[in-house]
């Protein structure tokens, strides 16, 4: 079959091998074999970049060859996150952030916010926890990183084409409510600490360095960045070691064996954190007697 080609393309073309595009590889991808069994662990990001997809061969090969498709959150189930999000984010009825923050903090939130392009009015009745996650989410927006283009987006939307059973290993009233753990002051804290690293540049640089890293599959910068997330002691890093990673992990390595227990072939898609370390979920599942393998 003869293709459309402008002639001069052609003749030049016909003359050197075609180059196909390389499709880099992305985050990390473990295979998990167990009593004859075998699944895939992939470590995805929430926020991204369109040139990010399509994603690596061996990546869309294994959601192919699986059974089902399995994410912390279905990303499409809307209603539920709203509404652990006004259980867990925002405050009762004639209660405001401006009650809960003293006057120094709630200075720096209205210079924030200013920078931001956002008034207090706006954000009044959300916990500093949520108002500090919008601003850095704002933020890394304007870096061009957008929650549209978050790898759970991509497959979900291939996870549908192919027909496939989709999963969740929590929920959003689970994921919130961890957030609510943080009393008054630690979410003071916390607001404050995400104020001054937005000030100083650092909050887009972790987190791009991290988006970055994921991008290249680069796993020595991947765990360097980890560990200054969870490192030191102020409230965001302990919450992140403690409460996102060190006490979820351990939960989702119970979960997915049991998930591997009723499915054929899982693909579970987590965020990448969760696959660093010695408490990742790869080494947690390894001590619980499954072949863990590295693709990369």
């Not at 001069?8 to 004859?36: D, M, N, T």
């Not at 302990?238 to 996102?244: G, I, P, S, Y």
Request: proline letters at 4%; glycine letters at 6%; charged letters at 25%.
């Amino acid at each position: 079959m003869e293709m459309n080609v402008p002639h001069a393309v052609a003749s030049s073309a016909a003359s050197q091998p075609i180059q196909l595009k390389q499709v880099p590889r992305r985050g990390a991808l473990y295979r998990v074999r167990h009593e004859g069994k075998t699944s895939y662990l992939f470590g995805t990001i929430h926020v991204g970049k369109q040139n990010f997809f399509p994603l690596e061969p061996e990546v869309t090969r294994a959601l192919a060859d699986s059974s089902s498709l399995v994410l912390e959150l279905d990303t499409r189930a809307y209603e539920p996150f709203q509404v652990a999000l006004a259980k867990y984010g925002s405050y009762p009825a004639g209660e405001t952030i401006s009650q809960h923050l003293s006057p120094p903090a709630l200075d720096k939130l209205n210079k924030a916010l200013l920078k931001a392009g956002m008034s207090l009015r706006s954000v009044e009745q959300y916990r500093p926890w949520l108002v500090a996650n919008i601003l850095v989410g704002t933020e890394i927006e304007k870096q061009g990183y957008h929650r549209a283009n978050g790898v759970e987006g991509f497959l979900l939307s291939a996870a549908v084409k192919q027909k496939k059973k989709v999963r969740e290993l929590e929920s959003a009233d689970y994921q919130l409510s961890l957030f609510a753990s943080l009393d008054d002051a630690q979410q003071e804290r916390y607001l404050l600490e995400n104020i001054a690293e937005l000030d100083n540049g650092m909050a887009v640089k972790k987190s791009a360095g991290l988006i970055d890293a994921w991008s290249t599959a680069d796993a020595p910068r991947i765990a360097a960045l980890t560990r200054e997330l969870t490192t030191g002691d102020t409230v965001s890093a302990t919450f992140m070691d403690r409460t996102l990673l060190r006490k979820r992990n351990p939960e989702m390595a119970a979960n997915i064996e049991t998930i591997m227990r009723s499915e054929q072939v899982a693909f579970v898609g987590i965020g990448l954190l969760h696959l660093v370390g010695e408490n990742g979920v790869p080494e947690l599942l390894r001590q619980r007697g499954y072949e863990v393998e590295k693709v990369y």
